[in-house]
């Protein structure tokens, strides 16, 4: 074979493996676009976002469900974990962060400095908030907005509450009998910074308080 037919055949082979894997990658995309949600990634009706609700918190007052999860998630819901925004965003914001597909990044929750809470994955669906998909796929994750930027970053009195209330209510429905800080992962109350060293998240101020977050969980749970 001479040299110029070498050279055609291996640019022939070099065309032919990148169609085949371009071909691989399309099918991919076609899967993972048909296990997604059609509710994913645009402005729900009136009648979609009280189904939405209905299948998740009733303590949801803004709706905007992200691609980047896994649909549906891997695991029984077992866990919560807790996040900050690390700002003082808003719902929306959040939303519209969470609906960048290269940003790789989302959560099933969020609570704004007002106490209003956002859902941006259903509780069905999976994450990508921990960096750990074995802790994401059995945890319920939730994003607190700080009212203080760096320091303790302090969150308001308004979205400590209301992130009690929701871990009531996650636990309740998900039939979660206890919750349980251990400090480190083996307990069903988590902390992103369990699963990466690369950050402090939630921060002092919530970190200070896992303890009585789950104290006054439990005592509610208890009474019901």
Known sequence: MGKKKREFLCIWLLLAGFCVASGAVLVLCLVFRSQMPNTVGRKLTEAERETVIEQNSPLIEYVY???NADFPRGDIIRKITIHHM????????LGETFAQQDRRA???YAIDSQGRVGLYVEE??????????ENDSQAVTIEVANDEIGGEWHVSDAAYERLIDLCVDICQRNEIQ?????GDETG?????SMFYSG???PGPYLKSRMDKIAAEVNRRLDED
């Open 178 to 182: 206890e919750l349980l800080y251990t």
């Open 65 to 67: 469900l992200s691609p």
């Open 86 to 93: 690390a700002g003082d965003l808003t719902l929306e914001g």
């Open 106 to 108: 989302s959560s099933n």
């Open 124 to 133: 069905a669906n999976q994450a990508w908030t921990s960096r750990s998909p």
């Open 199 to 201: 950050t402090e998240c």
């Open 188 to 192: 069903n109350l988590t902390l992103h």
